[in-house]
C-alpha cells in the first residue's frame, strides 16, 4: 500500500525489514497471541485443554465467527454493521417459527429476510450516500423493534419444532457440532471469493480508495449494496444455528454483539478505513475473544465484569500496536 | 445584499434548506400540536415536568457527544463513563453530596482521558479507540461497586434528583447551565473555533498550526466529564447506583439526538440547540407513543424511521455544497 508511495524516497534495507515485520505483525498479530494463550492455558489450566473444553470453545466462537466474516467483508469497503446484533436475533425467531414447515422452512425464511434487509440497508448506504454507521444505528433501532413485535414485546420465546433443524445446531462429527464446519465453510468461501474473485478484489479496491475505484469504473454502489446483504445473510444464518443449537429462537439475544464482531475483525488485523485485511485474521480474533472468556472462566473466582475489562483493554492494546506499526509503515 | 441573494437561490434549495435548519423544530411543533389534539392532559404542568426530567440525562450525553461529531469523531464510551461516576458515588457519599460528586467526575474524567490517549496522540480512531473502553470501562465500573446495586439515601444527594425550586427541577437547572456553557464554549471562545476548524478539515487545521491534539484531548474529556453529570444525576434520581444499566445504550440515543438536531456526522459543525432539539424530539416521540400504548417494538421502529429521515435531509446540505 505505501511501500509504492514515491515521496516515501529510498528505502534502506533495515526500513524495508523494519516495514516487512510491520505488516507481518498486523496480519498475524492475532494468531500468535492465540497461541501463545493456548498453550499458556494449557499449561495453567488441565481442565482447558480438553477435547470436551476445546469442541465447546469452537461452537461457542462458530456462530460469532460467521457474523464475523460478514462484518468483514463490510469492513473492508471502509463501511460498518450495527446492525447485525438484532439481525441476529431476528434470525434466530425466524428459524423457530419457520420450523413449523421443516428444515427447509427454517432456513430459508431467515435468510430471505436477512437478504431483504441486508439489500434495504445497502442499498441506502449505496444508493442514498447515507453513513453506514446511521444506516446501520436505524437497522440495529428497527430490526430489535421488528423482533420485538415477532415475539409479543419479547415475552414469547418461540420452539424449534423441527428435529432436522435442531439437529443442524446439535449434532456434528468428530466431536464437533455442524455450525463449527458451517464456520469454516464460511471463512474458505469468503476467502476464496475476498482473495481469487473479480468481486472479492473490488471489495478490497473500494476500500482501498473509493474514489480511484468509481474511476476504474468498478461497479462501487453495487459492491456496496452485496456486503451488507452478505452481512446479513451470515447475521440470520448464525441467529438461525443458533436457534437451532439451543432449540428455541430467543428474542433478546444478540444485543452488543455488533461490537464483539467488530473488535474480532479489527484484532484481526482488519483496518476499520477499509482495503486491507482477511479472513483468517477474523477467525483468529474470533478465537482469542472466545478463549479470553475460556479462561477466565476456568479461573472460577473471576466474573464477566473481569472478561469485559480484559476484552476491552485487549481490544485497545490491539488497535493502539495497529496505528504505532501502520505509522512504522508509512515512515 | 444578503435579500438578493437569498432571491436569487434556487426555490428548491431555499425549501430544502429551510427543512435542514428548522425540521427539528418544526417536528417538535407537528408532535406538540397532534398531542394537543389526541393526548389528554399532555399540556399539564406535572407531565411537561415529567418529561424534562426524563430528557436530562441523554441531553447532557448528547451535549459532550455533539462535541465529538463536531471534530469528525464520536465518543461510544458514555455509557461506561456514566456507570462509572454511579458505581463510585455510594463509596464517597459519606464525605458529602459535594466530595462524592467530583471523585465521580474525576473518575469519568480517567475513561475522558484513556480516549483522548489513544485518539490525540497515538491516533487511534475514535470509534475503536471509545468501543474499547466502552466495553471495559463497564467492566472496571461493576468491579468498583462490587457487581451490585447499592441504594443512596443521602438527602441531599436524592435532591439533586428529585428536588425542586420553585416549578423547576434541579437537574433541569443543571442541564440548562450545561447548554449555556456549552453554547458558548462553541460560538464564543477559541477553543470552540478551533474544533468545529478541526473537524471541517484536520489537515488544514494542522497546516495553520492549531494544537490539534490539545482540542482532540479536551473535547473527549468534556465528553466524559458531561457523561459523569449525567450519571450522577441519574444516580440521584434513581436513588441507587446501578453500574450494570445506567446508561445502556445512551450512546445510541446521544448519536440520534445530535444527527437529528441537524449536526453532520462529517464534523465541523456543532448545532448546540438543535442538540437540545433533537433530545426534546425523541423525548416527546417516546412519550407520545407510551402514551397511547404503543409498544416498545413499534417506538423503536419509529425512531429507526426519524433517524434516517433526518440525516437524509441533511445529505441535501452536503449536496448542494
Given at each position: 500500500?505505501?511501500?509504492?508511495?514515491?515521496?516515501?524516497?529510498?528505502?534502506?534495507?533495515?526500513?524495508?525489514?523494519?516495514?516487512?515485520?510491520?505488516?507481518?505483525?498486523?496480519?498475524?498479530?492475532?494468531?500468535?497471541?492465540?497461541?501463545?494463550?493456548?498453550?499458556?492455558?494449557?499449561?495453567?489450566?488441565?481442565?482447558?485443554?480438553?477435547?470436551?473444553?476445546?469442541?465447546?470453545?469452537?461452537?461457542?466462537?462458530?456462530?460469532?465467527?460467521?457474523?464475523?466474516?460478514?462484518?468483514?467483508?463490510?469492513?473492508?469497503?471502509?463501511?460498518?454493521?450495527?446492525?447485525?446484533?438484532?439481525?441476529?436475533?431476528?434470525?434466530?425467531?425466524?428459524?423457530?417459527?419457520?420450523?413449523?414447515?421443516?428444515?427447509?422452512?427454517?432456513?430459508?425464511?431467515?435468510?430471505?429476510?436477512?437478504?431483504?434487509?441486508?439489500?434495504?440497508?445497502?442499498?441506502?448506504?449505496?444508493?442514498?450516500?447515507?453513513?453506514?454507521?446511521?444506516?446501520?444505528?436505524?437497522?440495529?433501532?428497527?430490526?430489535?423493534?421488528?423482533?420485538?413485535?415477532?415475539?409479543?414485546?419479547?415475552?414469547?420465546?418461540?420452539?424449534?419444532?423441527?428435529?432436522?433443524?435442531?439437529?443442524?445446531?446439535?449434532?456434528?462429527?468428530?466431536?464437533?457440532?455442524?455450525?463449527?464446519?458451517?464456520?469454516?465453510?464460511?471463512?474458505?468461501?469468503?476467502?476464496?471469493?475476498?482473495?481469487?474473485?473479480?468481486?472479492?478484489?473490488?471489495?478490497?479496491?473500494?476500500?482501498?480508495?473509493?474514489?480511484?475505484?468509481?474511476?476504474?469504473?468498478?461497479?462501487?454502489?453495487?459492491?456496496?449494496?452485496?456486503?451488507?446483504?452478505?452481512?446479513?445473510?451470515?447475521?440470520?444464518?448464525?441467529?438461525?444455528?443458533?436457534?437451532?443449537?439451543?432449540?428455541?429462537?430467543?428474542?433478546?439475544?444478540?444485543?452488543?454483539?455488533?461490537?464483539?464482531?467488530?473488535?474480532?475483525?479489527?484484532?484481526?488485523?482488519?483496518?476499520?478505513?477499509?482495503?486491507?485485511?482477511?479472513?483468517?485474521?477474523?477467525?483468529?480474533?474470533?478465537?482469542?475473544?472466545?478463549?479470553?472468556?475460556?479462561?477466565?472462566?476456568?479461573?472460577?473466582?473471576?466474573?464477566?465484569?473481569?472478561?469485559?475489562?480484559?476484552?476491552?483493554?485487549?481490544?485497545?492494546?490491539?488497535?493502539?500496536?495497529?496505528?504505532?506499526?501502520?505509522?512504522?509503515?508509512?515512515? | 445584499?444578503?435579500?438578493?441573494?437569498?432571491?436569487?437561490?434556487?426555490?428548491?434549495?431555499?425549501?430544502?434548506?429551510?427543512?435542514?435548519?428548522?425540521?427539528?423544530?418544526?417536528?417538535?411543533?407537528?408532535?406538540?400540536?397532534?398531542?394537543?389534539?389526541?393526548?389528554?392532559?399532555?399540556?399539564?404542568?406535572?407531565?411537561?415536568?415529567?418529561?424534562?426530567?426524563?430528557?436530562?440525562?441523554?441531553?447532557?450525553?448528547?451535549?459532550?457527544?455533539?462535541?465529538?461529531?463536531?471534530?469528525?469523531?464520536?465518543?461510544?464510551?458514555?455509557?461506561?463513563?456514566?456507570?462509572?461516576?454511579?458505581?463510585?458515588?455510594?463509596?464517597?457519599?459519606?464525605?458529602?453530596?459535594?466530595?462524592?460528586?467530583?471523585?465521580?467526575?474525576?473518575?469519568?474524567?480517567?475513561?475522558?482521558?484513556?480516549?483522548?490517549?489513544?485518539?490525540a496522540?497515538?491516533?487511534?480512531?475514535?470509534?475503536?479507540?471509545?468501543?474499547?473502553?466502552?466495553?471495559?470501562?463497564?467492566?472496571?465500573?461493576?468491579?468498583?461497586?462490587?457487581?451490585?446495586?447499592?441504594?443512596?439515601?443521602?438527602?441531599?444527594?436524592?435532591?439533586?434528583?428529585?428536588?425542586?425550586?420553585?416549578?423547576?427541577?434541579?437537574?433541569?437547572?443543571?442541564?440548562?447551565?450545561?447548554?449555556?456553557?456549552?453554547?458558548?464554549?462553541?460560538?464564543?471562545?477559541t477553543f470552540?473555533k478551533q474544533l468545529v476548524a478541526l473537524g471541517g478539515s484536520r489537515r488544514a487545521a494542522e497546516l495553520a498550526g492549531l494544537p490539534v491534539r490539545r482540542i482532540l484531548l479536551v473535547?473527549?474529556?468534556?465528553?466524559?466529564?458531561?457523561?459523569?453529570?449525567?450519571?450522577?444525576?441519574?444516580?440521584?434520581?434513581?436513588?441507587?447506583?446501578?453500574?450494570?444499566?445506567?446508561?445502556?445504550?445512551?450512546?445510541?440515543?446521544?448519536?440520534?439526538?445530535?444527527?437529528?438536531?441537524?449536526?453532520?456526522?462529517?464534523?465541523?459543525?456543532?448545532?448546540?440547540?438543535?442538540?437540545?432539539?433533537?433530545?426534546?424530539?425523541?423525548?416527546?416521540?417516546?412519550?407520545?407513543?407510551?402514551?397511547?400504548?404503543?409498544?416498545?417494538?413499534?417506538?423503536?421502529?419509529?425512531?429507526?424511521?426519524?433517524?434516517?429521515?433526518?440525516?437524509?435531509?441533511?445529505?441535501?446540505?452536503?449536496?448542494?455544497?
Amino acid at each position: 500500500m505505501t511501500a509504492i508511495d514515491p515521496a516515501a524516497g529510498p528505502s534502506t534495507s533495515a526500513q524495508v525489514w523494519r516495514e516487512r515485520l510491520a505488516g507481518l505483525a498486523q496480519t498475524y498479530g492475532a494468531a500468535v497471541v492465540l497461541v501463545v494463550l493456548l498453550v499458556v492455558g494449557s499449561i495453567a489450566f488441565p481442565a482447558f485443554p480438553t477435547a470436551s473444553n476445546l469442541a465447546n470453545i469452537a461452537t461457542q466462537s462458530s456462530f460469532l465467527l460467521i457474523v464475523g466474516v460478514g462484518m468483514t467483508f463490510v469492513i473492508l469497503t471502509g463501511g460498518i454493521d450495527l446492525s447485525v446484533g438484532s439481525q441476529y436475533a431476528l434470525g434466530g425467531v425466524l428459524a423457530a417459527y419457520g420450523s413449523a414447515w421443516g428444515l427447509g422452512g427454517g432456513l430459508l425464511l431467515p435468510l430471505v429476510v436477512c437478504v431483504v434487509i441486508g439489500l434495504v440497508q445497502g442499498a441506502i448506504v449505496a444508493y442514498g450516500g447515507l453513513a453506514p454507521f446511521i444506516v446501520t444505528l436505524a437497522g440495529l433501532l428497527g430490526v430489535r423493534g421488528l423482533v420485538l413485535a415477532l415475539t409479543g414485546g419479547g415475552s414469547s420465546t418461540p420452539l424449534v419444532t423441527d428435529p432436522a433443524l435442531s439437529a443442524l445446531g446439535q449434532g456434528g462429527v468428530a466431536g464437533l457440532r455442524w455450525p463449527v464446519f458451517i464456520a469454516l465453510a464460511a471463512v474458505l468461501v469468503g476467502s476464496v471469493l475476498l482473495l481469487r474473485s473479480r468481486g472479492g478484489q473490488a471489495v478490497l479496491a473500494v476500500g482501498g480508495s473509493e474514489s480511484a475505484s468509481v474511476l476504474m469504473g468498478l461497479p462501487v454502489a453495487r459492491v456496496k449494496l452485496t456486503v451488507y446483504t452478505v452481512s446479513g445473510v451470515c447475521a440470520g444464518l448464525a441467529g438461525a444455528l443458533t436457534a437451532a443449537y439451543t432449540s428455541s429462537g430467543v428474542p433478546t439475544v444478540g444485543v452488543g454483539l455488533e461490537l464483539s464482531a467488530i473488535s474480532a475483525v479489527v484484532i484481526g488485523g482488519t483496518l476499520l478505513v477499509g482495503g486491507r485485511g482477511n479472513l483468517v485474521g477474523t477467525t483468529a480474533g474470533v478465537l482469542l475473544l472466545t478463549v479470553i472468556q475460556n479462561l477466565i472462566n476456568q479461573v472460577g473466582s473471576l466474573t464477566s465484569s473481569v472478561q469485559a475489562v480484559v476484552s476491552g483493554g485487549f481490544l485497545a492494546v490491539v488497535v493502539i500496536l495497529q496505528t504505532v506499526l501502520a505509522r512504522t509503515q508509512r515512515l | 445584499m444578503s435579500q438578493t441573494l437569498t432571491v436569487a437561490l434556487p426555490r428548491r434549495a431555499t425549501v430544502v434548506g429551510f427543512f435542514q435548519r428548522y425540521g427539528v423544530y418544526l417536528a417538535i411543533v407537528i408532535v406538540l400540536v397532534v398531542n394537543l389534539a389526541v393526548t389528554p392532559n399532555f399540556f399539564t404542568l406535572d407531565n411537561v415536568r415529567v418529561q424534562l426530567v426524563q430528557v436530562v440525562p441523554v441531553l447532557i450525553v448528547a451535549l459532550g457527544m455533539a462535541l465529538a461529531i463536531g471534530t469528525e469523531g464520536i465518543d461510544l464510551s458514555v455509557g461506561a463513563s456514566m456507570a462509572l461516576a454511579a458505581a463510585v458515588i455510594p463509596l464517597y457519599i459519606g464525605y458529602g453530596v459535594v466530595p462524592a460528586a467530583l471523585i465521580a467526575l474525576a473518575c469519568s474524567l480517567l475513561i475522558g482521558l484513556a480516549n483522548g490517549v489513544m485518539i490525540a496522540v497515538i491516533g487511534v480512531q475514535p470509534i475503536v479507540a471509545t468501543l474499547s473502553l466502552m466495553v471495559a470501562g463497564r467492566g472496571i465500573a461493576l468491579l468498583v461497586a462490587g457487581e451490585q446495586l447499592r441504594s443512596v439515601t443521602d438527602p441531599g444527594f436524592l435532591a439533586l434528583g428529585r428536588g425542586a425550586i420553585g416549578p423547576l427541577p434541579w437537574s433541569v437547572l443543571i442541564a440548562a447551565v450545561l447548554v449555556a456553557i456549552v453554547a458558548v464554549l462553541v460560538s464564543r471562545t477559541t477553543f470552540g473555533k478551533q474544533l468545529v476548524a478541526l473537524g471541517g478539515s484536520r489537515r488544514a487545521a494542522e497546516l495553520a498550526g492549531l494544537p490539534v491534539r490539545r482540542i482532540l484531548l479536551v473535547t473527549y474529556l468534556l465528553s466524559a466529564a458531561l457523561a459523569g453529570v449525567a450519571g450522577v444525576i441519574g444516580t440521584a434520581r434513581l436513588g441507587a447506583s446501578v453500574p450494570s444499566t445506567l446508561g445502556n445504550l445512551v450512546e445510541l440515543s446521544a448519536i440520534t439526538a445530535v444527527v437529528v438536531g441537524g449536526t453532520p456526522l462529517s464534523g465541523g459543525q456543532v448545532r448546540v440547540i438543535g442538540t437540545v432539539a433533537g433530545a426534546l424530539l425523541l423525548q416527546l416521540i417516546t412519550a407520545t407513543l407510551v402514551k397511547h400504548d404503543v409498544s416498545d417494538a413499534y417506538s423503536q421502529i419509529a425512531q429507526a424511521v426519524i433517524i434516517l429521515l433526518a440525516v437524509y435531509i441533511q445529505r441535501g446540505r452536503a449536496v448542494q455544497r
